[in-house]
């Protein structure tokens, strides 16, 4: 990969971002990684598509933030990381920023704000939805103990931006109707917003950037923001 920088952008040790390649190219990829916002994920997991899209000539700010779990974390801490650290990237006015989020991630990014687009990976649309469904093992429930709205993408539309959602349809963590739901009142609030949904996929294949379930990423980027 291309060289790489840390930007701290707060106290707290989960506080930085990792930025690889150059401010500039076809603009800011900023990524945010999944893990149902639990502390024993980090922004690791998204270093292969770091990797792909610095080779594609994006400089990318790849997010860690606090998590849940002892990590300080929760709402809206959370969101208030991940809108610090997209602050604090240095980002050319005439060049795009496009938030990529999987999962927890792709809740951070549907309500991140100010960005030229979002790429949304079998995201978490509705957080009392996934916590009476009891999806993730509990975290909804640590993440968030009430039922603000804010916190909830479904519930805070439009996002005032061009975005797309992939999901698998074979999707167990988060299941496909999150994404079909939240899709439809997308286009109900007057959103731009595509979709893809691909039969036999499951949770993580979204982010191997080796594997096919990618490619419908990187054309929509080519045809938004080529």
């Given at each position: 990969m291309a060289r790489m920088e840390t930007l701290r952008y707060g106290s707290e040790p989960s506080q930085?971002?990792?930025?690889h390649g150059s401010p500039g190219g076809r603009g800011t990829a900023i990524l945010l990684h999944g893990g149902w916002w639990r502390a024993r994920h980090d922004l690791h997991q998204l270093d292969p598509m770091a990797a792909d899209l610095v080779a594609a000539g994006w400089y990318v700010?790849?997010?860690e933030y606090r998590r849940i779990d002892g990590d300080s974390g929760g709402w809206p801490q959370t969101l208030d990381d991940v809108r610090a650290a997209i602050a604090a990237v240095e980002r050319p006015d005439a060049l795009?920023?496009?938030?990529?989020?999987?999962?927890?991630g792709g809740h951070l990014a549907l309500l991140a704000g100010g960005l030229s687009g979002v790429v949304a990976l079998a995201p978490i649309t509705d957080v009392p939805r996934a916590r009476a469904e009891e999806l993730g093992e509990g975290a909804a429930g640590l993440f968030l103990t009430g039922?603000?709205?804010?916190?909830s993408p479904i519930r805070t539309l439009p996002i005032g931006c061009p975005h797309l959602v992939v999901q698998g349809d074979a999707d167990v963590r988060v299941p496909v109707e999150h994404s079909?739901?939240?899709?439809?009142?997308a286009k109900a609030a007057g959103d731009d917003v595509d979709y893809v949904e691909l039969p036999g996929v499951d949770h993580f294949r979204l982010i191997d950037p080796a594997d096919e379930p990618w490619q419908p990423v990187r054309d929509w980027l080519d045809r938004r923001f080529s």
């Open positions: 930085f971002v990792e930025l700010a790849n997010v795009p920023a496009v938030a990529i989020g999987h999962s927890a039922d603000d709205p804010a916190a079909r739901d939240y899709v439809a009142a």
